[in-house]
């Protein structure tokens, strides 16, 4: 007997937008309604795991290779499928929103693939939600010009050439979208419903193109919920009728978990996977959040002080390396935060030696492809991996079997000589104010004092002002010590929106949501109990 039909998912609190019937219509609804019935269930299973492991990491202060799944990494006869023509070739990739415009400038980008981002560089209003996903058929129709009515620019995929190809990431298992719900009223996971709608719209017609629907996954803490990504690919291939094996899926590494997991989790994903991506900053978060109350050995200097670099950053992307090689998977790396300025010479300077440094790393270290935030840093991150990679498309044949990492590499943060400051605190405090406004307003990704900042970068920053005052972090300010209390998270965040308001104005001010992002900053940051993610309070705050 075949299953009973899911009840259809209803459209709540949401503002007609221009154009939805496209992209909502009934049967990507009842196919999204399909995915909810089938496979929330098991996502909430796997985020109460999620909060078992932390649990345990609590009290034990430490992680380990999972001695169960030990016969799937000393098995050295499986392999991933192999990668298909549009993707065997990264070696830069741009990230960035799918608003219309940065979407015909990413396809425009000159970079090999646009990771198209329904995840940490898009707040997740309804309209970025629902608008992101007709931007993203506009394009593969090449049906997307555009004029900015502010300053009048008019946009157009170049024509006859080359574009980018897309690899799009939906939102992370944690997050609901509370503008479709079941019958009972139950939210569907945003990230069911960022992938069922991309999917039932783009796959076939993106393999007429010559491409198809490729995937990053975000924020996976563990090969189960590889596992659960693996069957909503299977199911969601059999439901349009597409061959299986056409989903390619790269999974982030941007979990301290995951990082002991990175085997299982290509294994998992084997007819599906890409490639891994070292996600750096949601890592960092990662660390902080998991081993935020593992006493003084887990307190992590400054943000920016933590570099690539770093004994423990460099034992888990030479593990990505070697992981992905040995698999016949793409190693993808990182993003460099620093964003040039088409109005500053010299924070160009700095962004192209910076990015150059990282990038020039990643390509002798033997990743196949890297991020980029922005066009400019296109031709910067392409003449690095050019010089290493020359006509090959990429360097998955450098096994690096001189690899050798040991459990207790990834988490020996305390290797690091910098300490936590008083302006690395300062700067915590501004980035997550001026980060939580502009999202609020709509804004996943920002430039804040010349870098890129998104909700995995504001998220380090949240969580090490919590993580200082809970460890009692003390440093030299004006020539005496100062210990990191609740009261002078106040006290900064009281002079850093003083000083917004000088900087931009009463009539700015008011007009943004200021207040709004200083309190919720305040509140994730000073509440005893430590906010899974940032913009699960935040989200309930967004409007739209
Ligand atoms: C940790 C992670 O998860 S990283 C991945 C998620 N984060 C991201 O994807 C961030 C991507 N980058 C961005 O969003 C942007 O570069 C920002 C917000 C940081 C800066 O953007 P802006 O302030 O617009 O920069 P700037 O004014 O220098 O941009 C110049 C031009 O480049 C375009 N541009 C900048 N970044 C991008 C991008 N990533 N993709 C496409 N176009 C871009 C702008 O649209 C602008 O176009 P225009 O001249 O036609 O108006
Ligand atoms: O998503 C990427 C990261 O660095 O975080």
Redesign the pocket.
């Given at each position: 007997m075949s299953a009973p039909a899911p009840s259809p998912l209803a459209i709540v609190d949401a503002e007609p937008l221009p154009r939805q019937d496209e992209v909502l219509t009934e049967a990507a609804l009842a196919f999204v309604a399909e995915l909810h019935r089938r496979f929330t269930p098991r996502r909430e299973e796997l985020l109460a795991r999620r909060a078992e492991r932390r649990a345990e990491i609590a009290r034990t202060s430490t992680l380990d290779f999972l001695p169960e799944t030990a016969a799937i990494r000393a098995d050295d006869s499986w392999r991933v499928a192999p990668s298909p023509a549009a993707l065997d070739d990264r070696r830069v990739e741009i990230t960035g929103p799918t608003d219309r415009k940065m979407t015909i400038n990413a396809l425009n980008s000159g970079a090999r693939i646009w990771l198209a981002d329904f995840?940490?560089a898009s707040a997740p209003t309804w309209e970025n939600v629902v608008l992101g996903q007709v931007n993203m058929a506009d394009a593969y129709t090449r049906n997307i010009d555009f004029t900015d009515e502010r300053t009048g620019k008019s946009y157009a995929l170049r024509p006859n050439e080359e574009l980018a190809t897309v690899v799009m990431r939906p939102r992370g298992w944690h997050l609901d979208e509370r503008h479709l719900v079941d019958a009972d009223g139950t939210p569907v996971p945003g990230a069911l419903v960022d992938f069922g709608l991309y999917f039932f719209h783009n796959a076939q017609r993106l393999l007429d193109l010559g491409k198809g629907p490729y995937f990053y996954l975000?924020k996976t803490e563990s090969h189960l919920e590889a596992r659960l990504w693996n069957e909503v690919f299977v199911f969601a291939q059999d439901h349009v009728g597409i061959p299986q094996g056409t989903v390619r899926a790269t999974v982030?590494i941007?979990t301290i978990t995951a990082a002991y997991e990175m085997e299982e989790i290509l294994y998992e994903l084997r007819d599906h996977a890409s490639g891994l991506?070292?996600?750096?900053?949601?890592?960092l978060?990662s660390i902080v959040k998991n081993f935020r109350d593992g006493g003084p050995k887990f307190v992590l200097p400054d943000r920016n002080a933590v570099t690539m670099t770093a004994p423990f950053m460099r034992a888990y992307t030479e593990l990505l390396v070697r992981t992905c090689h040995k698999r016949g998977a793409h190693a993808i790396g990182?993003?460099a935060a620093f964003i040039p300025s088409r109005r500053d010479e010299e924070v160009n300077k700095v962004a192209f030696e910076k990015v150059k440094a990282d990038k020039d790393r990643e390509a002798n270290d033997g990743f196949d492809g890297s991020?980029v935030a922005h066009p400019d840093l296109v031709p910067i991150a392409m003449a690095s991996f050019d010089a290493v990679l020359g006509d090959r498309p990429n360097q998955k044949d450098r096994l690096r079997e001189d690899v050798d990492v040991k459990a207790a590499d990834l988490i020996a943060v305390d290797s690091l000589e910098a300490r936590p400051t008083y302006a690395g605190f300062v700067n915590a405090v501004q980035v997550g104010i001026r980060y939580i406004e502009a999202w609020l307003r709509g804004l996943g990704a920002v430039a804040i004092f010349n870098l890129m900042e998104?909700a995995?970068?504001a998220e380090i920053s949240r969580s090490q002002i919590w993580q200082w005052i809970n460890a009692g972090v003390e440093f030299e300010h004006d020539g005496s010590t100062v210990k990191v209390t609740p009261e002078l998270a106040r006290e900064v965040a009281a002079g850093e929106l003083a000083a917004v308001r000088a900087e931009i104005g009463e009539e700015a001010f008011a007009a943004g949501h200021w207040q709004q992002a200083h309190d919720l900053l305040l509140e994730v940051a000073l509440d005893e109990d430590y906010a899974d993610f940032l913009t699960l309070p935040a989200y309930e705050q967004l409007k739209g």
């Open positions: 995840e940490d975000p982030l941007e991506n070292a996600g750096r900053w949601d890592y978060f990182g993003m991020w998104d995995a970068t």
